[in-house]
C-alpha cells in the first residue's frame, strides 16, 4: 500500500513539473524551451534552415581526374521531384570554396528534374577527394549531391625533396627517386625524362621505368633516378636543384625538385665569430681574440694552414688535442678593413676548410 503511495505521488509530481515547463519560461531560456517542445520544426517559406524531412542523397562517383593542363572537374547532377507536390529550390550550398554549383532552373513540378552542375577546382589537390553540395527547398527534403573522386598529377616526384643530412667532408652518399606520371591512356604517359643538376658534385643516374596501372584504373609510369653525391671540403650547408624535362602530349614540359646536404664539421669553433670593437680599433696597438678548436669526435685534427682576409689580421696557431688561434688585430694597419674570414685547412683524410668571421667595428 505504501509502494503504490509513493508511486502515486511519483506521477503526480512528474506531471506537475511537466506543466510548469510549459506554461512558464526564464528569462533567456525562451529559444531552448521552444526546441525542446517542438524540435526540428519545419521550414517557413522563404528560410533555408534544413527541414526534419529525410535527406535525398546522391553519391556519384568519378574513377580518377588527371590534374594537368585543367585543374577543374565538372559534373553534372539530376534532382528529381519525387513527390506529388512542386518543390521550389531555395538555395544550393557548396560544402567548400573550391567548388561553383548551379541549377539550370528552381521549379520542379512533381516527377520533374532540374540539371546540377558543378565545377571543382582541384588546384593543389591530389589522393582521394569528397566534395558535397547540399540544395535546399522551401518545403519538401533537402538533396545532398556527394561527389568522390581520385586526383592524380600529370607529373610528379614522388618525394617533395631529396635530403641527404649531415655528411662528412669529401665523402660520397647516393639517394634513389623517382618521377612519376599519370595519364589515362598510356599513351599520353610522360616520355622522354631526363634530370639535370644545378650542381657539378650531384650527379643524376637513370634506371628502367616501370608502367603499372592504379586501383582506380588511370596509367602510372615510374622512372627511378640515382642523385649521387660528392661533398667539398668545406663545412657548411648546401643546395641543389634537379631539373627534369619530358615530353607530354608532344609538348616539353619540366619539373625541379631540390637538394639538401650539410658537411660536418672535424671541429666546433668557440667562439664563431671573432669582433673587435670601436675600443680595440682606436686602441693604436695589437689587440688580441683566441679561439678554442675542439675536435668532433675527439680525435687529434692536423691545421695544414690557416690564411688572413687582411694585413691588419695576424693568426698564429697552438697545436694540441684542443687547437688554440691566436688571432690578433693590428689598428695601425687597420685602413678601410671592416669584414672577412680567417680560413682554416686541415690536413688528414678529409683535407677540409671552416672558415671563422672576422669583423671590425666601423668608424
Not at 553519391?59 to 588527371?66: L, S
Not at 604517359?189 to 616501370?210: E, R
Not at 631539373?243 to 614540359?253: D, N, Q
Request: charged residues 15%; proline residues 7%; aromatic residues 6%.
Amino acid at each position: 500500500m505504501i509502494a503504490k503511495l509513493f508511486v502515486i505521488l511519483g506521477l503526480v509530481t512528474i506531471a506537475t513539473a511537466v506543466v510548469f515547463a510549459d506554461r512558464f519560461s526564464f528569462p533567456g531560456d525562451e529559444q531552448s524551451a521552444s526546441q525542446r517542445i517542438h524540435p526540428q520544426r519545419g521550414n517557413e517559406k522563404g528560410t533555408n534552415q534544413p527541414t526534419n524531412q529525410p535527406t535525398n542523397r546522391i553519391v556519384q562517383n568519378v574513377p580518377f581526374v588527371i590534374v594537368g593542363e585543367s585543374s577543374t572537374l565538372n559534373h553534372n547532377f539530376t534532382i528529381t521531384n519525387s513527390t506529388t507536390q512542386p518543390i521550389e529550390i531555395t538555395q544550393v550550398r557548396p560544402s567548400c570554396g573550391c567548388t561553383h554549383a548551379a541549377l539550370d532552373h528552381t521549379q520542379l513540378q512533381p516527377g520533374g528534374s532540374a540539371t546540377l552542375t558543378v565545377n571543382i577546382n582541384l588546384s593543389g589537390r591530389s589522393g582521394p577527394q569528397r566534395f558535397v553540395c547540399e540544395v535546399l527547398s522551401a518545403t519538401g527534403s533537402p538533396y545532398l549531391c556527394e561527389l568522390t573522386t581520385v586526383v592524380y598529377p600529370q607529373a610528379q616526384f614522388a618525394d617533395n625533396v631529396v635530403t641527404f643530412g649531415t655528411v662528412a667532408a669529401s665523402s660520397r652518399h647516393t639517394r634513389r627517386i623517382e618521377f612519376v606520371g599519370y595519364a589515362a591512356t598510356e599513351e599520353e604517359l610522360p616520355i622522354d625524362v631526363s634530370i639535370s643538376s644545378s650542381l657539378p658534385n650531384v650527379t643524376v643516374t637513370p634506371a628502367s621505368p616501370v608502367t603499372e596501372r592504379t586501383p582506380e584504373g588511370a596509367f602510372c609510369r615510374r622512372t627511378p633516378f640515382d642523385v649521387n653525391l660528392t661533398t667539398s671540403d668545406r663545412a657548411d650547408a648546401s643546395t641543389a636543384t634537379l631539373i627534369a624535362t619530358y615530353k607530354l602530349k608532344g609538348r616539353a614540359a619540366n619539373l625541379s625538385i631540390g637538394v639538401g646536404w650539410r658537411v660536418r664539421a672535424v671541429v666546433d669553433v668557440m667562439p664563431e665569430t671573432v669582433f673587435f670593437d670601436r675600443a680595440a680599433k682606436l686602441s693604436g696597438g695589437r689587440v688580441e681574440r683566441r679561439v678554442l678548436l675542439w675536435p668532433v669526435d675527439g680525435r687529434p685534427v692536423a691545421i695544414e694552414r690557416v690564411t688572413s682576409p687582411h694585413p691588419s689580421v695576424e693568426v698564429s696557431v697552438t697545436n694540441g688535442a684542443n687547437p688554440i688561434l691566436t688571432i690578433t688585430f693590428d689598428s695601425r694597419k687597420c685602413g678601410t678593413f671592416l669584414s672577412g674570414s680567417v680560413v682554416v685547412v686541415f690536413g688528414g683524410e678529409s683535407r677540409q676548410s671552416i672558415s671563422i668571421p672576422v669583423a671590425v667595428a666601423p668608424d
